[in-house]
T-cell receptor
Framework: GESVGLHLPTLSVQEGDNSIINCAYS??????FIWYKQESGKGPQFIID?????DKRQGQRVTVLLNKTVKHLSLQIAATQPGDSAVYFC????????????FGKGTMLLVSP | DADVTQTPRNRITKTGKRIMLECSQT?????MYWYRQDPGLGLRLIYY???????NKGEISDGYSVSRQAQAKFSLSLESAIPNQTALYFC????????????FGEGSRLTVL
């Protein structure tokens, strides 16, 4: 989900559960999408990416799903671990405007042992 | 050593002071970016540069300026800092546009009193 104002949406899960983080992107012409993970006090780190000609892409424990019809992106994390606790951002590469990555407002994932 | 290095990591200054945040990279990328992060607002683009002779304004460039001193160096300046410029600033690099991730530095936390 996207945040409103200063409050990040938060997803709380138990260790071992599967997590799904959602993102609504803004531009139907965007052709490339990335998920980033940001731990406290650190810069964002790349998790996984997907091009607009794909619906699904899998990585290690992570899967990204893209639904262009409703401009929706999701990140699925399997067997969530305490080390997955962080803020997760989706980003889209718009083919117009600033021609670089535009970020969503983020979702905080909290994983309890 | 980090691929993207930002200095200083933390800075406290007063309203009206001139501040420079520096960024250097060893990734050999032509494209460099400055983003600002505020709680609940994600990452917003300030300025970006596609090569030494190319500088472009981003979404929130007012009150900021940049200098691309070399392929590896991209600095952000606040000519006269104001309190609402208190934020976490990130430098990033990218190999090419359209695809590929942004590589972020660890961030520079600026507080303007």
């Amino acid at each position: 989900g996207e945040s409103v104002g200063l409050h990040l949406p938060t997803l709380s899960v138990q260790e071992g559960d599967n997590s799904i983080i959602n993102c609504a992107y803004s531009n139907s012409a965007s052709d490339y999408f990335i998920w980033y993970k940001q731990e406290s006090g650190k810069g964002p780190q790349f998790i996984i990416d997907i091009r607009s000609n794909m619906d699904k892409r899998q990585g290690q424990r992570v899967t990204v799903l893209l639904n262009k019809t409703v401009k929706h992106l999701s990140l699925q994390i399997a067997a969530t671990q305490p080390g997955d606790s962080a803020v997760y951002f989706c980003a889209e590469n718009m083919r117009s405007g600033y021609s670089t990555l535009t970020f969503g407002k983020g979702t905080m994932l909290l994983v309890s042992p | 050593d980090a691929d993207v290095t930002q200095t200083p990591r933390n800075r406290i200054t007063k309203t009206g002071k001139r501040i420079m945040l520096e960024c250097s990279q060893t990734k050999g990328h032509d494209r460099m970016y400055w983003y600002r992060q505020d709680p609940g607002l994600g990452l917003r683009l300030i300025y970006y540069s596609f090569d030494v002779k190319d500088i472009n304004k981003g979404e929130i460039s007012d009150g900021y300026s940049v200098s691309r001193q070399a392929q590896a160096k991209f600095s952000l300046s606040l000519e006269s800092a104001i309190p609402n410029q208190t934020a976490l600033y990130f430098c990033a690099t990218r190999r090419q546009e359209g695809t590929g991730e942004l590589f972020f530095g660890e961030g520079s936390r600026l507080t303007v009193l």
